[in-house]
């Protein structure tokens, strides 16, 4: 999990985002985490985990995520993988590319894993 986050600090860590590349790179880490878990929630029909959000306004959903499920893994994240290790960790340089280019597909891919697990219990 360390190396994923490294992999998105050393994408963020370039332009004008590099004063928040950390902050950044566990939010991608989160977001990817939290993509998954709709997956898994959509493709084993496991709705009862949201129960009582139906008939939620929009920004009320958004809120009801971020506080009890997005938040909790954020901090999850930044108390296990600190900043200093997380930025101070040397990984072979000539692997880093290809890395972050199978990191790239595998956020595709779950994009993709979500929209099937949706269509697939409509």
Not at 26 to 40: C, E, H, R
Not at 71 to 84: D, H, Q, R, S, T
Not at 93 to 117: M, N, T
Request: hydrophobic residues 50%; proline residues 2%; glycine residues 6%.
């Amino acid at each position: 999990m360390k190396y994923i986050i490294y992999l998105f600090y050393k994408y963020y860590n370039k332009g004008s985002g590099a004063n928040f590349a950390y902050e950044s790179a566990l939010f991608a880490v989160t977001f990817l985490i939290f993509l998954n878990l709709l997956a898994l929630i959509n493709l084993f029909d496991m709705n009862y985990l949201l129960l009582g959000l139906e008939g939620r306004s929009r920004g009320g959903l958004y809120l009801i995520f971020g506080a009890f499920y997005i938040l909790p893994m954020y901090l999850i994240l930044f108390f296990i993988y600190k900043k200093e290790t997380v930025v101070n960790t040397n990984y072979d340089p000539s692997k880093e590319q290809v890395h972050g280019w199978l990191l790239f597909a595998y956020c595709i891919f779950s994009i993709i894993a979500l929209v099937f697990a949706i269509q697939y219990r409509r």
